[in-house]
């Protein structure tokens, strides 16, 4: 099992930037690509970012591409997502999400992930 925990989220105004941090347990941690998606209200629950597992291969929405930095420091066992020039329409709860599988492409669908953070409120005001 692996456990995630996020944070970092806030109330911003649009054009300011965020750090949401990840911390995982319970699995190396390496071993695991990461993901970040987020759902606004009445939306399905989308894909934002992943990075490998040795964090260097990464891959990002085209919505955020960019704005957004998907980074990892294995040695604390903490994912991280930068988020910079905040929208409106960024507003959403964001997951990070864990995939116990070594490959080059970190993968982008949720039904590759098995394993969810309870998501941080990231809310952007105009």
């Known amino acids: 099992q692996v456990q995630l925990v996020e944070s970092g989220g806030g109330l911003v105004l649009a054009g300011a930037s965020l750090r949401l941090s990840c911390a995982a347990s319970?699995?190396?941690?390496?071993?695991?690509?990461m993901g970040w998606f987020r759902q606004a209200p009445g939306k399905e629950r989308e894909f934002v970012a992943a990075?490998?597992?040795?964090?260097?291969?990464?891959v990002y929405a085209d919505s955020v591409k960019g704005r957004f930095t998907i980074s990892r420091d294995n040695t604390k066992n903490t994912a991280f997502l930068q988020v910079s020039s905040l929208k409106p329409e960024d507003t959403a709860v964001y997951f990070c999400?864990?995939?116990?599988?070594?490959?080059?492409?970190?993968?982008?669908?949720?039904?590759?992930?098995?394993?969810w953070g309870q998501g941080t409120q990231v809310t952007v005001s105009s």
């Open positions: 999400a864990a995939a116990p599988r070594s490959m080059w492409a970190p993968p982008n669908q949720k039904s590759q992930y098995d394993y």
């Open positions: 319970g699995r190396t941690f390496s071993s695991l690509a």
């Open positions: 990075v490998n597992g040795v964090g260097l291969n990464r």
